[in-house]
């Protein structure tokens, strides 16, 4: 396991920190609704989870769990499909 010091919300691969990704198969504590509460909207007014997750590792910690395996992008249609086959 990894203590996550900090986040970035889809970043540009040239600018990106490290290989690894967020997945969103996450267990968080309850503490995460106070940090979504103090979130302030990005862009679209848009509340980012990402942007809560980063005030909570910075205020109690965060870890993570380096997974290895298939994983698939449930934004994209074949990759969500793949994922429910």
Excluded: H
């Amino acid at each position: 396991m990894l203590r996550i010091r900090d986040l970035v919300e889809k970043p540009q691969p040239e600018n990106a920190p490290s290989n690894l990704g967020i997945y969103r198969a996450v267990r968080l504590p309850p503490a995460i609704f106070d940090c979504l509460a103090r979130t302030k909207p990005a862009r679209e007014m848009e509340i980012q989870l990402t942007d809560a997750l980063r005030i909570l590792a910075k205020e109690q910690g965060l870890w993570a769990y380096i997974y290895e395996g298939v994983s698939y992008d449930a934004g994209d249609k074949l990759g969500f499909l793949k994922a429910n086959r």
